[in-house]
């Protein structure tokens, strides 16, 4: 694999295809860094490196990967591990909402696959690299929609009630406990902090092309009227905050809106349900929950 430049920091950038992740990499690397963009898609991959090489002075480099199953996650960690000697921001932003429930190939509902648990077993697969970088930031792109979800660990895989906005609302739900039970896990002296981000409300990315048509609709017209929601722009440079603020080298389990820490629903701040959480996210992806 090639070598990359070391001089600056190397960040992991995950769903950097489109939408709030395309336009966070292209900031990132215009301030220098070396940008590892993880997506599905080679061409629209090839499109955001090649779009970024010529007005930046960092560098974008592509990982094809589809984050819903573990082994293709644990297939992208050797293959970071391979192509970079350090990694100093993991920003864990790719993100879906399907319309039908769907079953990975590992039997997992899609949405918390993809949404929570590719986070979850990524960090962890990564983690010593993180520590080694340090210091070094987790940073995960959640929403305030995760208030409209409760966590239901009795039925993580949504068996007995499927609703893409209530799957995607509650898989956000568990990334933000799952940073914020993360930041409480890290030791103090790691140098490693974790914060998650709502960007705001954007109706003019992909992220709603699979999601039933009376939402993809809904979305529309809220796009349509004046005020509401953000552009790609502010919502990207939220998320690529809380990878260059000094702030968040030193703030960690922070849930962060209007770049400001703001109190997450009441189940994210639990600690039992943060547990219970961590457990079972490990048991589904299969490592032990003893971690970092
Ligand atoms: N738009 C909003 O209003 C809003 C609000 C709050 C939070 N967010 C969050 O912001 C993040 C970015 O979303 P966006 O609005 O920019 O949507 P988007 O344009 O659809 O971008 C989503 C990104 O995630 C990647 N992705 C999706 N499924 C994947 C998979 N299975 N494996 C690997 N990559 C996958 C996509 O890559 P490819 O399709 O190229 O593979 C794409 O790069 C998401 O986490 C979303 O939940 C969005």
Redesign the pocket.
Known sequence: MTEHATDDRVVVL?????????VAARNLAAGGATVA?????RE??ADVADADAGDTSGEVWFHR????TKS?VRDLAAELRDAYDRIDALV??????VDARTETADGIE?TL???HL?PYLLTHELFDMLAASAPARVV??????HRRATLALDDLQLTREYDALAA?AR??LA?IAFTLELADRIPDDAGVTANCV????????????DAPLRTRLA?RVAGLIPGV??T?ED?AGR?CRLVTDERFGETTGAYVVDGEPASPASEAADPGIRARLWTASADLVGVDPDWP
């Not at 990967?65 to 819903?68: E, G, I, P, S, V």
């Not at 864990?92 to 909402?97: D, F, R, T, V």
């Not at 995960?140 to 929609?145: E, K, N």
């Open positions: 995950t769903g950097g295809t489109s939408g709030i992740g395309r963009v993880v997506g599905r898609d629209r991959g990967a589809d984050l819903a293709a864990h932003n790719a993100g879906l909402s899609l696959a993809v949404n590719a995960v792109t959640a929403s305030d929609v995607y898989s956000k990334t709502h960007p705001g409300f954007v109706p003019s990315t992909g992220l709603f092309r979305v929601g953000t790609v919502a998320v």
